[in-house]
Every structure is written in structure tokens, then in C-alpha cells.
């Protein structure tokens, strides 16, 4: 058993700070200080107000775990089993990929296109590829009238889906399907399709972090040679579950926008959303 030496707050954040920073690390001290947070269960407010706390033989052991697994590149978020998506905490593990801020833009999207759709009583939407279920509950969150759907071809993904549903008592509110892509559904089915899907092309992989490539779920981030592969099965697919004049939208790269509106070519108002780096992020189009 490890003993530990009698050490500060001040002076464990200031350690873990020289460990990342060899590891190379990106961002150290906000690595040190999330971490130390959550071995802490405090604020950061807590970590500056009281710099002389001793930290317990127990909170030192736990500490030294997180930092040697995130040292190795393990994602922080799976370290700490959470991570915010337009608001909410999410629960996430290495069976989904972790939410990304830049996916907020998908539902930005289908936003700005809701006013656009016809209006039924009851929007219906569906969300492909749902993994830790972040697009579903955020739409649940601010379409409180909707009938969301969610798929994904794991179930381990769809365990994680479920519970941040159940966080949430979303659990009445999203339907979860386990298959793959929009498998069996009826056609005319929905107003909206929603999705992230896989869409990094194999020959891009040294252009993916190192820590994405050998921690997440590789089937939700790489589809195949030219990364189209996913999206390709899946427009045919959405042609026939979303109702006349329903609406795609869906989570893109720059590498791949062109060839996505080619295969878009029949559908109407076909559209390319830029994030807030001016990488090409969103699709958008309207079943014709």
C-alpha cells in the first residue's frame, strides 16, 4: 500500500500541474483542476478559497489514480463520468462518444428550420446514432410537445442513453430503439431526422487526436475509407421516414461537405452551417 505524505491543496494542484505538463497534456492546469474537483466533489471557488487544506491519505490515492489515467490520455470526462451538453450533465462512459460543443449547432439548426416545417399537432423527431443521447434530451428539453425517437445500433450506448434519460425523467418523453440507423421504422414516420453520425474517413485518422483514436468508440467516429460511408446508407433511409417537406439535419465535417451535398442533390434547401471556427459543421435539407 502507497503512503502518502501529508500535502496541501496548494501544493497537490501545483504537483499534478509539472505531471500533466511532462505527459503533455493539453490544457494542465484546467486537467489538475477538474480532476482535484472531482476527487474533492468541490467547486473551483472551494480549490482557491482554502489553498491550505490537508488532503486525506484516501483523497490522495483517488487523486494519483486520475491523474495516472489521464497522464495516459484517457479522456477527463471518462475519468469523471460527466460532461455538459447545452446545459445538462451528461453521464458518459467509453461506450459513447463524448458530447462536443460543436454539436450544439445541429440543434441551432433544426431551430431555425422548426418555423419552417409544416406545423402537426405533434412534431415528431428522431435522432440517429443517439449515443449518450445529448441531442435527444436537449430537444426534449426545449420541445417539450415533440415525440422524440432515438437510435443506435449499441446497446451499451443506448444503457447510457437511457439512464441520462432517466436523470432527467425524460424516460416517457424519448423513445429509445435499439437498430441501425432508421432499420424498421415506417415510412412518412417523422418531420425531422437528426443526427451525428460517424463520419471521419480512415485516411484522416493521424488528423484525430491521439486520445480520441484510442479511447472512443471507434464505430462512432471513423465510417469507413472516405468517411461518407454511414451517410451514404443513411440519406435513402431518411428519404423514406420523414414525412413530405420534413427536414435532415445533420453533424458534418469540412472534409466531407462537398461529397454530402452531392448526395443531397435531389432534396431542396440544401444547406452547409459553418461553426464557430468556420469549419463547415451542419447539413441541412427538405425532403422534395
Keep these: 500500500m502507497v503512503k502518502y505524505a501529508t500535502v496541501q491543496l496548494r501544493g497537490a494542484l501545483a504537483s499534478a500541474i509539472i505531471r500533466l505538463t511532462a505527459a503533455r497534456v493539453p490544457s494542465p492546469r484546467m486537467n489538475a483542476e477538474l480532476l482535484l474537483r472531482f476527487t474533492m466533489d468541490v467547486d473551483r471557488a472551494y480549490l482557491y478559497a482554502h489553498p491550505e487544506r490537508e488532503l486525506t491519505t484516501d483523497e490522495q ?4 489514480q486520475a491523474l495516472a489515467e489521464r497522464a495516459r490520455g484517457v479522456p477527463a470526462q471518462y475519468i469523471t463520468g460527466h460532461q455538459e451538453f447545452w446545459g445538462i450533465d451528461f453521464i458518459v462512459n467509453p461506450a459513447v462518444l463524448i458530447p ?3 454539436t450544439e449547432h445541429v440543434i441551432e439548426t433544426l431551430f431555425a428550420r422548426v418555423g419552417r416545417a409544416p406545423s402537426p ?35 451499451a450506448a443506448l444503457e447510457v442513453a437511457r439512464a441520462n434519460a432517466a436523470r432527467y425523467q425524460f424516460e416517457n418523453r424519448i423513445h429509445f430503439h435499439e437498430t441501425d440507423l432508421l432499420h424498421g421504422f415506417e415510412p412518412a414516420s417523422f418531420d425531422f431526422v437528426v443526427s451525428n453520425p460517424p463520419y471521419v474517413g480512415e485516411s484522416e485518422q493521424d488528423q484525430v487526436q491521439l486520445e480520441v483514436r484510442k479511447f472512443e468508440p471507434r464505430t462512432a467516429v471513423f465510417a469507413g475509407p472516405t468517411g461518407l460511408e454511414v451517410i ?4 435513402p433511409q431518411v428519404q423514406s421516414a420523414l414525412k413530405p417537406s420534413g427536414w435532415l439535419i445533420m453533424e458534418i465535417s469540412g472534409t466531407i461537405a462537398e461529397g454530402v451535398k452531392n448526395l443531397l442533390s435531389s432534396w431542396d434547401e440544401v444547406q452547409i452551417t459553418k461553426d464557430l471556427q468556420g469549419i463547415p459543421r451542419v447539413a441541412s435539407a427538405q425532403k422534395r
Aim: charged fraction near 30%; include cysteine; aromatic fraction near 2%.
Design 121 to 155: 399537432a405533434i412534431l415528431r423527431i428522431v435522432d440517429v446514432g443517439t449515443g449518450s443521447g445529448c441531442i435527444a434530451l436537449a430537444l426534449a428539453k426545449e420541445l417539450p410537445r415533440a415525440e422524440i425517437h432515438a437510435t443506435d445500433i449499441s446497446c
Design 232 to 235: 451514404e446508407r443513411l440519406i
Design 100 to 102: 462536443r460543443p460543436e
Design 61 to 64: 490515492a483517488r487523486y494519483d
